[in-house]
C-alpha cells in the first residue's frame, strides 16, 4: 500500500509508519482493509490541502471489558491514523 499512497496523496504528503514490532498476524478482508485505508488517507490529504504527514500506526491491544464495540474479550490488532491537518469546524 505504500506506494499506492504515495502516488494518492502526492509530494506533499509525507506517509510515516510506525508498525508496532510483534504484532499477531490477523485474518481481514484484504481488498477491504486496502479500500478502508485509502478511503481514510484520502480523508487526510483533503484536510491538509497544503501537506503535512500521515501517520499509520499499529500495535498489540487486549480488550479486558466490555468497551461498547460490539467486541468480543481478546487480543486484537490496532490501527490507528492521525494527520497534520487542521480537523473539522466546530459548527460541523
Same mark, same amino acid.
Given at each position: 500500500m505504500s506506494d499506492l499512497l504515495s502516488?494518492?496523496?502526492?509530494?506533499? !504528503? !509525507?506517509? &510515516?509508519? /510506525?508498525?508496532?514490532?510483534?504484532?499477531?498476524? =490477523?485474518?481481514? /478482508?484484504?481488498?477491504?482493509?486496502?479500500?478502508?485505508?485509502?478511503?481514510?488517507?484520502?480523508?487526510a490529504r483533503d484536510a491538509m490541502p497544503n501537506g503535512g504527514t500521515l501517520t499509520i500506526e499499529s500495535r498489540k491491544e487486549t480488550i479486558s471489558e466490555n468497551i461498547g464495540m460490539n467486541? &468480543?474479550?481478546? /487480543?486484537?490488532?490496532?490501527?490507528?491514523? =492521525? /494527520?497534520t491537518g487542521k480537523g473539522m469546524p466546530a459548527e460541523i
Open positions: 502516488r494518492t496523496l502526492g509530494s506533499g !504528503i !509525507i506517509v &510515516e509508519k /510506525d508498525l508496532g514490532d510483534h504484532v499477531w498476524q =490477523t485474518l481481514a /478482508d484484504r481488498n477491504e482493509l486496502e479500500v478502508a485505508f485509502l478511503n481514510i488517507a484520502l480523508n467486541l &468480543e474479550k481478546g /487480543d486484537y490488532v490496532a490501527i490507528r491514523f =492521525t /494527520d
